[in-house]
């Protein structure tokens, strides 16, 4: 009896868990990003300073100080929002940038596929990047927190993929 109520309360667990994963993917293919109120191509996100807090609306401004702002005017800090890192263009935190609060399986949708040459990790969270879409090997991993501000020749641009790990 017991052994069926556990294995119960692991199936649930685990529902749970791929509703949220596919209720996240589904938000994806239908995503839209705006500058200042104006639609934007989904190739220009990579131009902006971006967030996806509010998916599957993604909101850019023109600098990094515009988004966090903004953000902050909602009341809440980028630890509510569940924000695990921010991507970066160019080096050394440089260029566009893209601050995430969920798993990509595909780059592509935000505009940021193959893209990224330095990131922050942010709340203590580990992500971890991937070659090819669909979490694909291979992968790259650094430390937890950790802000890289040029992630190597054999990294740059090559990441299609990425999600935060325990």
Sequence with gaps: MLHRIWTSIVMAIGVIAMGSIAAHAQDQTSMAAYLNGTKI???EIHLWHCDDASAPVIQCYRSEEERDDAIKSHGVTASDIGDYV???ADENYDGGSFTM???Y???SVIGWNDVVTSFK???GRHPRFYRDSGYGAPWWQWTTG???ANVGSSANDQFSSIKNVP
Aim: glycine letters at 12%.
């Design 86 to 88: 921010t991507v970066y």
């Design 121 to 123: 990790s942010r709340n």
């Design 101 to 103: 609060t969920g798993p």
């Design 105 to 107: 399986p595909n780059l």
């Design 146 to 148: 950790a802000w890289i």
């Design 41 to 43: 191509d989904g190739d």
